[in-house]
């Protein structure tokens, strides 16, 4: 069963209106990952200026990075960055969110219900 948090951080990723989120889109846009078909399995803040995340891209690669920001300002979101860019599709398996990554490729290809 696929963790509440992908679920979650997938659906803010596509449509949440909060800066940290649209940049989020922008910046994986720059790095050539459409948002709209992109699974976040993490966004963990880990310090006072920064978050490290892990998404799946639609062709399948593993991406993490760390995402840094002035979380204390007010739109502090507004002029994130990247750092860290890192392809980890062949070895997320023995990484810490390997699980949670096995089940979000699950979910990714469960077949969408139409209306």
């Known amino acids: ?48 200026d920064h978050e490290d995340g892990q998404v799946i891209s639609d062709d399948g690669r593993v991406y993490r990075f760390t995402l840094f920001y002035d979380q204390a300002a007010e739109h502090g979101a507004r002029s994130a960055y990247l750092h860290n860019w890192t392809d980890i599709t062949e070895s997320w398996r023995t990484g810490s969110l390997a699980t949670r990554t096995a089940d979000a490729f699950a979910w990714k290809s469960e077949p969408t219900e139409s209306s």
Do not use: A, F, H, K
Request: glycine letters at 4%; a negative charge; charged letters at 25%.
């Open 1 to 48: 069963m696929v963790s509440s948090i992908v679920v979650q951080y997938t659906d803010l990723l596509r449509v949440s209106t909060y800066d940290l989120w649209i940049r989020l889109r922008e910046l994986l846009r720059s790095q050539g990952l459409d948002p709209d078909r992109t699974i976040v399995v993490d966004l963990l803040q880990e310090g006072p």
